[in-house]
Antibody, heavy 119, light 107 residues
Framework: EVQLLESGGGLVQPGGSLRLSCVASGFTFRSHAMSWVRQAPGKGLEWVSRISGSGAETNYADSVKGRFIISRDNSQNTLHLQLSSLRVEDTAVYYC????????????WGQGTLVTVSS | EVVLTQSPATLSLSPGERATLSCRASQSVGSDLEWYQQKPGQPPRLLIYDAFNRATGIPARFSGSGSGTDFTLTISSLEAEDFAVYYCQHRHIWPLTFGGGTKVEIK
């Protein structure tokens, strides 16, 4: 059974930093692209970032480019998202999502971790 | 950036009725279009990928159609568990984007 378990969310001040993690199990982690998708309270879904199975390729939404960094450790089956220069508008539940092999078809999702940016 | 516009924003229907949800892209995305269902307090669930393929375990009452810029998700006969919010998403070019969602509510 595929499991994705996010952690690292919390309350942070504007301008602060946070590191999210997602531990994966139940599939061959290195064979799948992974993404982060966020959802602000009461709002829709917003794709944030994607990383290829090897980690060699990354992509970002314009809203986070230059502030967030996605990475993965295939030896630990773990996906990370480093959040920096956080803004109030980054407040959201952040979901880890498994791609269908190399494709960004999100066939499995974690339960999410809440990031709140507030002074 | 490809903008996905979903309509209607809210669909009020009764169990047993047919639901037709629309997703329109601002430029062609080929067949690189997915549909997700989300219930309150839960993560999204993949329903349809590549515009018309049902994901594993998805009932046959869900079907997808369309290509290019116009896509449709149809639920042939609504069951109680189908009342939720539905999102379309494309993966044709970066950045990926989602539509704003259609809420299917009980009439």
């Amino acid at each position: 059974e595929v499991q994705l378990l996010e952690s690292g969310g919390g309350l942070v001040q504007p301008g602060g930093s946070l590191r999210l993690s997602c531990v994966a199990s139940g599939f061959t982690f290195r064979s799948h692209a992974m993404s982060w998708v966020r959802q602000a309270p009461g709002k829709g879904l917003e794709w944030v970032s994607r990383i290829s199975g090897s980690g060699a390729e990354t992509n970002y939404a314009d809203s986070v480019k230059g502030r967030f960094i996605i990475s993965r450790d295939n030896s630990q089956n773990t996906l990370h998202l480093q959040l920096s220069s956080l803004r109030v508008e980054d407040t959201a539940v952040y979901y880890c999502a498994k791609g269908r092999e190399a494709y960004s078809i999100f066939e499995n999702w974690g339960q999410g971790t809440l990031v709140t940016v507030s002074s | 950036e490809v903008v996905l516009t979903q309509s209607p924003a809210t669909l009020s229907l009764s169990p047993g009725e047919r639901a037709t949800l629309s997703c329109r892209a601002s430029q062609s995305v080929g067949s690189d279009l997915e549909w997700y269902q989300q219930k309150p307090g839960q993560p999204p669930r993949l329903l349809i990928y590549d515009a018309f393929n049902r994901a594993t375990g998805i009932p046959a009452r869900f079907s997808g159609s369309g290509s290019g810029t116009d896509f449709t998700l149809t639920i042939s006969s609504l069951e109680a568990e189908d009342f939720a919010v539905y999102y379309c998403q494309h993966r044709h070019i970066w950045p990926l984007t989602f539509g704003g969602g259609t809420k299917v509510e009980i009439k």
